[in-house]
Structures are given as structure tokens and as C-alpha cells.
């Protein structure tokens, strides 16, 4: 057979790469162990008889056989749970505290786990109550975190409610740690939330409480002013009077410093803008207008005599202002 023209193929042996010695290492490794693992199965197998056999035991030995077993003898816990809750209130109501203290000592149950026992006795005895004893998943130490829900979330929960963020079916899914985890993280944010709102409650009753004792201070302080004006003679009441209005009238003057030390720093400069200038005469013309005004309102006359002729010329000199009219007593 003639093969001119054609190129020759490479075999497969020539277009594979060697295998290094460390995957040959790897691979006769693998092949051991897997021929090393129905030995091995069959020593676990003869040794889980041998532990069986001790334990007279006579059930599955399978991983999945043994898990179901588990989660029956746990439902069963719960039952003994219950039922021991039962004789645990019963031996307390006939034999008293101090027999009953005994007779735990007696029985090697402390004192706290009797209380949780008859506890949880007393929550899921109420046939209502049953879907929660019913779960899969159900065990002794489920029940036991379960107790610190009253008996409304209780209930609730049994009828497929969701309390305190979880549900039956979270219920038989966690373990339980999850559960009193989630149980008590629910409990403080809710704690949270009660102590913030009881914390703005108080904020306010605080602020009123404040309100209200001003006000029964200015009363108090009001009945004692009314009580001594009473009684006070003309002449000292007079006298009060006239104190109160002096003090009143140097606020009123001290009160105009600040227009005075503004007009003071406007004058300061070397040549006063006329809307400036305009400026203080408004601020002037507004206090001495406040002034007429009372006076007008009670009939009071003024002495408002003008010290000189005043001018309109913001940088002429330091008296500037407009006119003013004689409002003194006519004659």
C-alpha cells in the first residue's frame, strides 16, 4: 500500500504527555485507599454490632435508621417531660415545700428543673396546644426554651400564628440553640422598643410636669404679691410702684446700649452714607415713637424740648436727627 502524498499520524501514545511521578504517586494512593475501604466499612460494621450487642441493642444500625430512632426517643422525652411535670406538682400539693424539697433531693432533680417541668406541664397540657408537640423535630430542650412565651403566644403559635418572629415550622427546623437564640434576641428587641417608647413617654410627662410647676410657681407668686399689696398702705404701695417702675425704665435704657454702640461705630466712619444715616434715624424715630405712644395711651405729657436746630447733613456734625415738636404742657 502505496502512502505518498499523505502524512504519516502521530499514535496516541505519542501525542500524550508524560505523567509526572507526583500524579502517579496520587493516583496508586487513591487505588489503595479504595481498596483499603471495604475493609475499613467492615470493621465499622463489626464494631457498631459489638457496641450493639452491649447495649442490647437490636434496632438499625444504619446512619438514617439511627437518626429516626433518635427523633421518636425525642418525642418520647417530651412525653416524659410532661408526665413528669404532672407527679412533680402532684408530690408538691400532697407533700408540701419542705417535704417536696426533700423528696427532689431524693430524686436527684434540682429545684430549677423541677419548676421547669411542672412549668411545661402546666403551658402545653391544654389539648389546644398540641400541633406544638406533634412537630418531627420536637424534643425536651425545644420545649423547655419554649417556656418563656406566655400562654397567649403559646396558643397562638399552636394555631399557626407567628410569635415573637418565628413559626411552628421554625419551631421543628431549628436546633436548639437557634431557637433560644431567636427567642431572646425577638424578647430584647422588643425591650428595646418598650424602654425607647417608655423613655419618650417620660420625656414628655417630664416636660409637662415642668409646664405644670411653672405655672403653680407663678401662681404661688401671683396669691403672695396679691396677699402683700393687701397688705400694704397707700403710701408703700406707692412706693412699690415707683421702685417697679424705675427698674423697669433702666432695663428699657440699658436695652438701648446696643443702638447706641451701633450708631457710635456708623458715626466712627469718615464720610456716613446717606442711606445709613437714614438707617439711625429710623431706629431713633421707633423708640422715641414707642415712648409717645404710651404716653399717649395713659395721657401723659412729655418734655421733648430741642437742644438746638439739628441737620440733615450725615457728616456735618454729631447732632443730626429731624425736628422735634414740642409735645410739653400747653400754655
Not at 499523505?6 to 504517586?25: D, G, H, M, Y
Not at 487505588?31 to 463489626?46: C, F, G, H, N
Not at 412549668?119 to 425536651?140: C, D, E, Y
Not at 424602654?195 to 401671683?222: C, P, Q, Y
Request: charged share 30%.
Amino acid at each position: 500500500m502505496t502512502t505518498r502524498g499523505r502524512k504519516t499520524l502521530p499514535s496516541v501514545i505519542e501525542q500524550t504527555e508524560p505523567i509526572s511521578a507526583e500524579t502517579v504517586a496520587a493516583i496508586e494512593h487513591d487505588m489503595q485507599e479504595s481498596a483499603a475501604l471495604p475493609a475499613a466499612l467492615a470493621e465499622v460494621q463489626e464494631n457498631a454490632v459489638a457496641l450493639a450487642k452491649q447495649l442490647n441493642y437490636e434496632g438499625s444500625l444504619t446512619v438514617g435508621g439511627l437518626e429516626e430512632e433518635i427523633k421518636f426517643f425525642q418525642r418520647r422525652s417530651v412525653e416524659a417531660v410532661l408526665e413528669t411535670g404532672k407527679r412533680l406538682l402532684l408530690l408538691k400539693e400532697v407533700a408540701g415545700h419542705g417535704q417536696f424539697t426533700t423528696s427532689l433531693e431524693g430524686l436527684g432533680i434540682g429545684y430549677e428543673l423541677a419548676k421547669k417541668l411542672m412549668a411545661a406541664t402546666v403551658k402545653f397540657q391544654n389539648g389546644s396546644r398540641l400541633p406544638i408537640l406533634q412537630l418531627p423535630n420536637i424534643n425536651q430542650g425545644k420545649l423547655l426554651e419554649l417556656l418563656v412565651l406566655d400562654d397567649g403566644e403559646i396558643e397562638a403559635l399552636s394555631t399557626g400564628s407567628e410569635v415573637r418572629g418565628i413559626q411552628l415550622d421554625d419551631v421543628d427546623c431549628m436546633s436548639v440553640s437557634e431557637l433560644r437564640r431567636a427567642l431572646r434576641k425577638e424578647k430584647a428587641d422588643k425591650e428595646a422598643e418598650l424602654a425607647k417608647a417608655k423613655a419618650g413617654v417620660s420625656g414628655e410627662l417630664a416636660a409637662k410636669d415642668k409646664v405644670i410647676a411653672d405655672k403653680s410657681r407663678r401662681i404661688a407668686e401671683l396669691v403672695e404679691e396679691k396677699n402683700k399689696a393687701e397688705c400694704l398702705t397707700d403710701e408703700e404701695r406707692h412706693a412699690d410702684l415707683e421702685r417697679q417702675l424705675m427698674n423697669d425704665t433702666l432695663l428699657a435704657v440699658g436695652s438701648l446700649l446696643p443702638i447706641r454702640q451701633a450708631v457710635f461705630r456708623i458715626r466712627s466712619l469718615e464720610q456716613c452714607p446717606q442711606g445709613l444715616y437714614v438707617a439711625m434715624q429710623g431706629s431713633l424715630d421707633r423708640v422715641i415713637a414707642e415712648a409717645m405712644s404710651i404716653a399717649s395711651d395713659f395721657g401723659i405729657l412729655l418734655n421733648l424740648a430741642a437742644s438746638g436746630e439739628f441737620e440733615d447733613d450725615p457728616n456735618a456734625g454729631e447732632e443730626v436727627g429731624l425736628p422735634l415738636a414740642d409735645f410739653g404742657p400747653e400754655a
